[in-house]
């Protein structure tokens, strides 16, 4: 049977990573968070002061770019890849409130998107791949045979955001988690270089009120009919 590629598209904190992770599981393939590369980027940024509250140094972002390297490693113990930044483990590091109110500024820059748009096409390339992000569909894998778009209230998203990160030890409020998932929204959708958007073939899921084995029910349904189809 053909591996096929799945690109799994949508808004942050639609769970797009843990079902992408789940379905991997399921079909043996190859899982690719590319938002976590986003915030190795993103978290290098902060460690080396080019971006705060404050200021935000592109132009020295982008010079040091070819000394970051991004890679996974699968850890048996928690079942998935996590991400490394210079061979240091920052899985998490990366997950924080503060990393994701900085990562949309981030990736809104040219050369940052095309630096990990190929990398991420090189872990694709040959199929057997689920990769989740913000333009998987549209841009890193345009002829991917399954398209997937999640969405959902940005109150339910920002509720699950809150609920994780306090479940990690994080003081934050629910308001800032609101406020940080809705610029993260305006920012993505609106940027210059590939903004969020629906692939014109991806199929929408609006998981507001489904619970995370319906989803997983729902899209494994939608891999088997297309794996089916290209047999």
């Known amino acids: 049977m053909k591996n096929i590629t799945i690109a799994i598209d949508g808004f942050s904190s639609t769970g797009k990573s843990t079902v992408a992770k789940q379905i991997a599981k399921h079909l043996g393939y190859v899982y690719v968070d590319s938002g976590a590369m986003y915030r190795a980027v993103t978290f290098y940024a902060m ?3 080019f971006i705060d509250k404050n200021h935000f140094d592109v132009e020295g972002l982008v010079a040091s770019l070819k000394a970051i390297t991004i890679s996974f490693k699968f850890n048996k113990d928690v079942g998935f890849a996590e991400v490394y930044l210079n061979g240091t483990n920052i899985e ?3 997950r924080t409130l503060e990393v994701s109110s900085f990562v ?3 990736a809104e820059i040219s050369e940052v998107r095309q630096k990990l748009v190929e990398q991420q096409q090189q872990l694709g390339k040959n199929g057997g ?3 989740d992000g913000r333009d998987i569909g549209t841009v890193v894998f345009p002829d991917a045979e399954l398209k997937l778009f999640m969405t959902a209230s940005a109150e ?3 509720e699950r955001r809150y609920a994780e990160l306090i479940e990690r030890g994080e003081t934050v409020s629910y ?4 406020k940080n998932v809705q610029e993260r929204d305006y920012i993505d959708s609106n940027r210059e270089d590939s903004p969020l958007t629906k692939a014109k073939d991806a199929i929408q899921i609006d998981n507001s009120n489904m619970s995370l084995q319906e989803q997983f029910d729902k899209i494994l349904q939608l891999v088997k009919m ?3 189809n290209t047999i």
């Not at 308001?175 to 609101?178: D, G, I, K, S």
């Open 47 to 49: 460690q080396h002061g």
């Open 104 to 106: 949309s500024k981030v």
């Open 226 to 228: 297309t794996l089916k």
């Open 129 to 131: 791949v689920v990769m």
């Open 156 to 158: 339910t998203r920002a």
């Open 175 to 178: 308001e800032a988690v609101l």
């Open 92 to 94: 998490k590091d990366i």
